[in-house]
């Protein structure tokens, strides 16, 4: 299956509105190092699923018919917000895969216009196409799902935002889901104190060891964490990568 | 003061997402036929007011202290969805005047970043720099203000969206203001029932019929509206225009 990260920011993106640390400028000059709302497009010989709505363009980006469903992570605005737009649109439903929140987000649940929301289970798979997905629990402060998700020929991804640490388990399954790669909520730079909705860097490393992935890329990224790794330098372990707005890696 | 109109379109836009009317056919083709969630900039030499935040790029088109503040006619997502991503800036407080809606939309309240909700009282003027505006109630299915609008100099200019008709006292009190200028609410082709919550062509006429501005402009424009206007070639007197996306006018 091929991943691409359309977008890799926490909320706020990177730039910043108004914002002038050296990441944030270094965006505005270089639109490369721009980051958008997460999310991710999954692509198969049989679907295209983008996980999560919250880039503001994707009726822009995704005419209408070609996507196979949305799966969501949760309710917040950064994750849903392109579809306020969407929704008023014409034609065939769109199934939107997401946690059985029972608030959902402003009114998208009372007017949903071509949206079919579809409450899932936690860790109880569904199936898209040639997918087999798993949504597994996570700790934010709104009901959140990350999702494991596997091809029939058993290449497995794992897409886990937004989340500090992770349940037990959700752990346990991807421990015994090996082998596999993963992207994985890194949202701050390391903290002295363990933060309270997303990630640090110490955090999403602590999850890698314990999960040992093949292959993580680091997302939910923020200004901060940007601005952290260009004073650093820090470099990364070759079984770990920054996403990046645009990157397409083969799973 | 010179009026923008950026955006000019009901919720969904045109074109509608995955409709294949004529007017969505020549809007994808001709990008002049756009019509984006329908707001307006007010700006004098002091001051420089965005009417409504549902277009999804403000952040972008509105760099950080390039408002003086923004208006809100009600917190229905269309109008206010670019504020999900402007509150997580950096920087001085950005005053969002708005009705009293007690809701708001979604967690924008809770949540409210760098944005200073500041609630306005109905026909109770306020002033900007130098503009002095006065809220006034229309008929929509949330509480929901249009605005009376002066400069020092004693031009004046009322924007109405969105509302069905007008109720008693927004219609005597722009009777009793004359002359001004409008942008008024047209979502509808004409109908045969009276709409629900937007006014069709009829009753957006029938409304200028009785405040008698000196020049209006239909706003608010959906699809249909548009294909209603290509079928039957409707010519509008001169004293009234289509508003359509990068319109700016002198008042």
Known sequence: MQITFTGTAGAGGVPLYGCECMACVRARQQPEHQRRPCSALVETDQVRLLLDAGLMDIHERFPANSLTAIVLTHFHADHVQGLFHLRWGKGAKLSIFCP???????????????????????????????????????????????????????SRFAYLTDTVGLPEDSMQFLKSWRPFSMAIDCSHPPKINRPANHNDYNLALDIINKVRPQKSWLTHLTHEVDRWQMETKCKLSSNLAWAADGLTVQI
């Open 100 to 154: 059985p929140d029972p608030e959902g987000c402003a009114d998208l649940y009372k007017n949903s216009g071509i949206l079919n929301f579809l409450h899932l289970e936690a860790l109880k798979s569904f199936e898209v196409g040639d997918l087999k997905i798993t949504p597994l629990p996570l700790n934010h402060s709104k009901l959140t799902y990350g999702y494991a998700i596997e091809t029939e020929s058993g």
